[in-house]
C-alpha cells in the first residue's frame, strides 16, 4: 500500500470515530491503533484474572454461608470479566496463548492495586467498596470507546461490578455498625485501601504518556486526575455515612470548586509497585504461573477430547 492510499485510509478511520462510530474486527485500522488495544485489553484481562487471588485468599474464610456465596460469585465473575476480555482482545490478531506468556514472563502489567495483602476480613469489604467503586469509574467510560468487541464487553462488566461495589459497602456497613474491633478492623482497612485505591486511576495527567492518543480515539474520555477526582468526590459522603474517617489529613470540602481538596499521593510507592517491588507482586506471580503449569494436564485433555471427536465425526461424515 503507497503512503498515500493508507493517509487515506487514515483519515476515513479517523472521521469514523469522530462520528462516534464503532470499529469492528474485520475494519482497518493503523497498527498503532490495534498495538494500543492489544495492550490495554491484554492488560485489563490480566488484572481481572489476578484480582481474583487476594479475595480467593478469604473464600474459606468468609465468616457466614451468605457471605461466602457472594464472594464466590464475585469472584466468579472476576474469572468471567478476564475471559470477555481475552476474547475480545483475540479479535485483534494476538493469540490467548502469548498473553498468558506475556503476563507469566513478566512482560505484561496488570493492575497494582491486586499487589496488596488481604490481612483482614474487613479487607474483602474495602476491596469491594473502594476497589471495584474505582473501577466501575474507570470502566463505564469504556463502554462507549470506540473498538466494539470492547465496548460490549464492558456493558455487561460494569453491570456486575455494581454488585461487587455494593457487596464490598455492606460488609463494611455492617463491621462499622458491629463491635469496637469491628469497627477497627473496618477502620484498618480503609486505612490501608485508600491510597492505593487511589494510585488506580494511574499518574498524574502531566505524567501520563498515553492519555493525549488515548484521549483521541476515545479509549479514554476524561483524564487519569478528572477520574480521580469524582472517585473521591463520590467515595468520601460513602466513609461518612459509615463513620469511619478517610486517612488523609489535607481532606477537605472546596464550597469554591464543589469538590473534595486532597493530599499528595505517595507517587514513590506507586512506582515501585509499578516496577514489581509492591508486597505481593512475586507471590501473585507464582500463584498464576502456578495454577497455569497445574492445568496443564487439563488442557492436555481437552485438547485429546475434542481430537477424539473430530476423528469420530470425520469416520461418520466418511
Ligand atoms: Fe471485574
Ligand atoms: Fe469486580
Same mark, same amino acid.
Given at each position: 500500500?503507497?503512503?498515500?492510499?493508507?493517509?487515506?485510509?487514515?483519515?476515513?478511520?479517523?472521521?469514523?470515530?469522530?462520528?462516534?462510530?464503532?470499529?469492528?474486527?474485520?475494519?482497518?485500522?493503523?497498527?498503532?491503533?490495534?498495538?494500543?488495544?492489544?495492550?490495554?485489553?491484554?492488560?485489563?484481562?490480566?488484572?481481572?484474572?489476578?484480582?481474583?487471588?487476594?479475595?480467593?485468599?478469604?473464600?474459606?474464610?468468609?465468616?457466614?454461608?451468605?457471605?461466602?456465596?457472594?464472594?464466590?460469585?464475585?469472584?466468579?465473575? @472476576?474469572?468471567? %470479566?478476564?475471559?470477555?476480555? $481475552?476474547?475480545?482482545?483475540? *479479535? !485483534?490478531?494476538?493469540?490467548? &496463548? =502469548?498473553?498468558?506468556?506475556?503476563?507469566?514472563?513478566?512482560?505484561?502489567?496488570?493492575?497494582?492495586?491486586?499487589?496488596?495483602?488481604?490481612?483482614?476480613?474487613?479487607?474483602?469489604?474495602?476491596?469491594?467498596?473502594?476497589?471495584?467503586?474505582?473501577?466501575?469509574?474507570?470502566?463505564?467510560?469504556?463502554?462507549?470507546?470506540?473498538?466494539?468487541?470492547?465496548?460490549?464487553?464492558?456493558?455487561?462488566?460494569?453491570?456486575? @461490578?455494581?454488585? %461487587?461495589?455494593?457487596?464490598? $459497602?455492606?460488609?463494611?456497613? *455492617? !463491621?462499622?455498625?458491629?463491635? &469496637? =474491633?469491628?469497627?477497627?478492623?473496618?477502620?484498618?482497612?480503609?486505612?490501608?485501601?485508600?491510597?492505593?485505591?487511589?494510585?488506580?486511576?494511574?499518574?498524574?495527567?502531566?505524567?501520563?504518556?498515553?492519555?493525549?492518543?488515548?484521549?483521541?480515539?476515545?479509549?479514554?474520555?476524561?483524564?487519569?486526575?478528572?477520574?480521580?477526582?469524582?472517585?473521591?468526590?463520590?467515595?468520601?459522603?460513602?466513609?461518612?455515612?459509615?463513620?469511619?474517617?478517610?486517612?488523609?489529613?489535607?481532606?477537605?470540602?472546596?464550597?469554591? *470548586?464543589?469538590?473534595?481538596?486532597?493530599? =499528595?499521593?505517595?507517587?514513590?510507592?506507586?512506582?515501585?509497585?509499578?516496577?514489581?517491588?509492591?508486597?505481593?507482586?512475586?507471590?501473585?506471580?507464582?500463584?498464576?504461573?502456578?495454577?497455569?503449569?497445574?492445568?496443564?494436564?487439563?488442557?492436555?485433555?481437552?485438547?485429546?477430547?475434542?481430537?477424539?471427536?473430530?476423528?469420530?465425526?470425520?469416520?461418520?461424515?466418511?
Amino acid at each position: 500500500m503507497s503512503e498515500r492510499e493508507v493517509k487515506n485510509l487514515e483519515a476515513i478511520f479517523d472521521a469514523r470515530i469522530e462520528r462516534d462510530e464503532r470499529i469492528e474486527p474485520k475494519d482497518w485500522m493503523p497498527e498503532k491503533y490495534r498495538q494500543t488495544h492489544i495492550r490495554q485489553i491484554s492488560q485489563h484481562a490480566h488484572s481481572e484474572i489476578v484480582g481474583m487471588l487476594p479475595e480467593g485468599n478469604w473464600i474459606t474464610r468468609a465468616p457466614s454461608l451468605r457471605r461466602k456465596a457472594a464472594l464466590l460469585a464475585k469472584v466468579q465473575d @472476576e474469572a468471567g %470479566h478476564g475471559l470477555y476480555l $481475552y476474547s475480545a482482545c483475540e *479479535t !485483534l490478531g494476538i493469540t490467548r &496463548e =502469548e498473553m498468558y506468556e506475556q503476563l507469566h514472563s513478566g512482560k505484561a502489567k496488570y493492575s497494582s492495586i491486586f499487589n496488596y495483602p488481604t490481612i483482614t476480613w474487613a479487607d474483602i469489604g474495602a476491596i469491594g467498596w473502594l476497589v471495584d467503586g474505582a473501577a466501575i469509574i474507570n470502566q463505564v467510560a469504556l463502554c462507549n470507546t470506540s473498538y466494539g468487541p470492547y465496548a460490549r464487553a464492558m456493558v455487561r462488566i460494569c453491570k456486575e @461490578e455494581s454488585f %461487587h461495589q455494593r457487596q464490598g $459497602y455492606e460488609i463494611m456497613l *455492617t !463491621l462499622s455498625r458491629g463491635t &469496637e =474491633e469491628q469497627k477497627a478492623m473496618a477502620q484498618d482497612a480503609l486505612n490501608r485501601w485508600w491510597w492505593p485505591s487511589l494510585m488506580m486511576f494511574g499518574p498524574r495527567d502531566e505524567a501520563s504518556t498515553h492519555t493525549a492518543q488515548s484521549m483521541k480515539w476515545k479509549l479514554k474520555r476524561k483524564t487519569n486526575d478528572e477520574l480521580r477526582q469524582q472517585f473521591i468526590d463520590q467515595t468520601v459522603p460513602q466513609a461518612d455515612i459509615l463513620g469511619l474517617s478517610v486517612p488523609d489529613p489535607d481532606l477537605k470540602f472546596n464550597p469554591e *470548586t464543589g469538590h473534595y481538596d486532597f493530599g =499528595e499521593i505517595d507517587w514513590k510507592e506507586f512506582w515501585q509497585v509499578v516496577k514489581g517491588h509492591g508486597p505481593c507482586n512475586k507471590e501473585r506471580m507464582e500463584a498464576r504461573v502456578g495454577a497455569w503449569e497445574r492445568g496443564a494436564w487439563v488442557r492436555d485433555a481437552a485438547m485429546a477430547h475434542a481430537e477424539k471427536n473430530k476423528n469420530k465425526t470425520m469416520a461418520k461424515a466418511g
